[in-house]
């Protein structure tokens, strides 16, 4: 599972960056990330990173936490994430779920969704 959350930690790190190579080596083919507004696939949420219409500013993460079902893994992050979207920037606390899968003895993730929370 360390290797899970390290990889977690590093797609973080290259969203942040907009390492768009790394993050398409690592994230599935078919995988989905469901924002406040959008639901994107792999390719399409590269594309945003890519061109900047979200730009990772700070990911401040308060939890992580990570359990596995069979070949899947789940991790729940909670953060408050600074982002400029749409040339506006917005801070959102959040907890992000992570689905990853492992095939082929790789893991790769699946699925990453926002669900915007209070405090």
């Given at each position: 599972m360390e290797e899970v959350l390290q990889l977690s930690s590093r797609l973080w790190q290259a969203m942040h960056e907009e390492?768009?190579?790394f993050l398409r080596n690592h994230i599935h083919k078919e995988a989905v990330f469901v924002h406040?507004?959008?639901?994107?696939?792999?390719?399409?949420?590269?594309?945003v990173i890519k061109n900047r219409g979200i730009v990772y500013k700070?990911?401040?993460?308060?939890?992580?936490?990570?359990?596995?079902?069979?070949?899947?893994?789940?991790?729940?992050?909670k953060l408050k994430l600074t982002a400029v979207v749409?040339?506006?920037?917005?801070?959102?606390p959040f907890v992000v779920t992570e689905v990853y899968s492992k095939g082929d003895n790789e893991v790769k993730l699946a699925s990453l969704s926002y669900t915007r929370i209070n405090y």
């Open positions: 390492d768009v190579e406040m507004g959008v639901t994107l696939q792999r390719d399409d949420e590269l594309d700070n990911i401040d993460v308060e939890d992580t936490s990570i359990r596995q079902i069979d070949s899947v893994f789940i991790v729940l992050t749409g040339g506006n920037e917005v801070v959102n």
